[in-house]
């Protein structure tokens, strides 16, 4: 009577680890062997450069990436930013500006978010550089 009880809880045993290993997946891909040390991806990014004006119909927290001139500082940490289609306030915070000196005929790239309140409209500046 032993036998039939092992048999069947043998069966059951086999059974389950079939399952869990049928659960386990992974990258099935090709590896990157000679994957950098430090830093990031490197490659294409869906994120593509938008314009100003593009840029002022997009919706409250949209990230962007801009390229064009920062023309003047008006107060603070607000300067204004300009390309092709037309300018807009950018708010770039003191460390954001990685000590670069950055004059109005450099042309830079901006990555932000929109930042869209009750009567205004700027870009809240994560990183710039010079292009």
Do not use: C
Not at 45 to 71: E, F, N, Y
Not at 103 to 122: H, Q, S
């Amino acid at each position: 009577m032993k036998k039939p009880f092992l048999f069947s809880a043998s069966a059951v045993l086999l059974l389950m680890m079939g399952a869990v290993a049928a659960q386990q997946g992974g990258f099935t891909g090709t590896r990157n062997q000679a994957a950098p040390q430090a830093g990031g991806f490197s490659g294409p990014s869906q994120q593509a450069v938008v314009t100003v004006a593009r840029a002022k119909g997009m919706r409250d927290d949209a990230k962007v990436i801009l390229q064009g001139h920062i023309k003047q500082h008006k107060h603070g940490e607000i300067y204004v930013f300009e390309d092709a289609t037309g300018r807009i306030d950018v708010d770039i915070d003191d460390e954001d500006w990685g000590g670069q000196q950055i004059g109005p005929d450099d042309r830079v790239e901006i990555r932000g978010e929109v930042d869209k309140g009750l009567r205004t409209l700027e870009i809240d500046v994560d990183s710039i550089r010079k292009i």
